[in-house]
């Protein structure tokens, strides 16, 4: 078997560190960002009477022992009342618990919005889109917010990882086929998330497999 060029050995070793070095400053500048939102945002309710405490209130219901759809009214799927039960079994029954949970949630999203930047962009433009869409989604009041309890319902989070995963491992499977049961499961994860976060990226995700079904024809 023919050895490739000591040149191409010398420079594919000195790319990979640098690869590296770029991908930790990269993620410490996005953990520095959200950490500050986060701060912003701690424990933070605008008032009773509006989305938020809506579905605090049923997650603690659901806490409590009662089940959606039998002992109250819930209009989505039921993978945020799960996760944020899993959050109060450890933590308590507490604002704080709540809050903990949504930051694990925004934070992954952001790392997964930064992985898909990887794949889409170069060079700081991958950095610069992410910071630009954690300070964008932050700087909402309401609905689509990062680290903030005043989200419209977290079950946005959920799907938006879903997505972003779904997305990744489309991407992925062109560039390294042979890894086909690693793709074939985070697409299984991420469709699954999906599902079970809010009919819209249910939606969006069979949109996203009809389109990769059509474009490897």
Request: with cysteine; proline share 5%.
């Amino acid at each position: 078997i023919a050895m490739p060029p000591a040149r191409f050995q010398e420079t594919n070793v000195r790319t990979r560190p640098a690869s590296i070095r770029d991908l930790g400053r990269d993620l410490a500048v996005l953990f520095a960002f959200s950490t500050v939102v986060s701060y912003l945002n701690w424990l933070r309710v605008n008032d009773f009477w509006n989305d938020s405490p809506r579905w605090m209130f049923e997650v603690f219901r659901f806490h409590s022992g009662e089940w959606p759809y039998r002992d109250f009214i819930f209009q989505y799927p039921p993978l945020m009342l799960f996760v944020l039960d899993w959050a109060m079994d450890l933590l308590g029954p507490t604002f704080k618990a709540v809050q903990v949970t949504l930051d694990v949630l925004s934070a992954a999203l952001v790392v997964l919005f930064y992985a898909l930047a990887r794949r889409l962009f170069k060079g700081r433009l991958r950095l610069i889109a992410s910071v630009s869409f954690l300070l964008t989604t932050s700087a909402f009041s309401s609905t689509f917010c990062l680290f903030s309890m005043k989200i419209y319902i977290p079950n946005l989070l959920l799907g938006s990882c879903g997505l972003l995963i779904l997305l990744i491992a489309c991407l992925d499977v062109r560039k390294t086929p042979q890894r086909w049961g690693l793709h074939f499961a985070l697409v299984a994860l991420g469709s699954a998330i999906c599902l079970l976060g809010k009919p819209e990226y249910a939606m969006a995700a069979v949109a996203v497999l009809l389109a990769d079904r059509k474009s490897t024809r």
